[in-house]
């Protein structure tokens, strides 16, 4: 089936009863500066809002809209949610972007400096194989951060070695 829906759309990913597309709503649609997650009803192809914390659905003018870039997603299927990193350059911050699928709702988890410093390739995120760890990694000052993916916050900063003056880390 095709759909054709109005403005600059991105897939994301399928809810667990492939019943909901989530997608990325680029605004402006010709010459983006910011996005917000969308979700896409495939009964009636229509595009709605995400759900807030308390399950109600969020009116157009209350949805997070978002000026960041896209470094990586992970997707935990015990959790039914999507991990998602993201970096805004002129703020230097960098945020977890957490999509609950399940229940079409999302939240955020920010991240302490160092993260976000940088440019976006110089990040990454990891879930274990068993789920009970989620971590984000800014290679030059060579600092994971350790999430609770249950409770959504950051647990600790790790500095795994010594920053070398060239923006490098330094294993030691």
């Known amino acids: 089936a095709r759909l054709d829906l109005p403005g600059n759309i ?11 597309l989530f ?3 680029y605004l402006p649609p010709t010459k983006p500066e910011r996005f917000r997650v969308r979700a896409i009803d ?3 192809g229509q595009l709605t809002p995400l759900l807030d914390r308390s399950g109600k659905r969020l009116s157009p ?23 998602t ?6 703020d230097a911050a960098a945020f977890v972007h957490c999509l609950h699928v ?9 991240l302490p400096a160092p993260f976000g410093q ?9 879930l274990s194989p068993s789920g009970h760890r989620l971590c984000v990694v ?6 994971v951060a350790d999430i609770d993916p249950d409770r959504l916050v950051v647990k600790q900063v790790t500095a795994l070695a010594d920053s070398g003056l060239s923006g490098k880390p330094n294993a030691r």
């Open 118 to 126: 940088q440019r976006p390739g110089v990040h990454g995120i990891a």
């Open 42 to 44: 495939l009964t009636t």
């Open 102 to 110: 399940g229940q079409g709702r999302a939240q955020r988890i920010a």
């Open 85 to 90: 990193l993201y970096s805004h350059q002129p």
């Open 10 to 20: 991105e897939p994301a990913m399928f809810s667990p009863a492939h019943d909901v």
């Open 23 to 25: 997608a990325l709503d």
């Open 138 to 143: 800014h290679a030059p000052s060579a600092s």
């Open 61 to 83: 003018a209350a949805e997070e809209q978002l000026r960041a870039d896209r470094i990586d997603s992970v997707y935990d299927p015990q959790r039914s949610m999507l991990f």
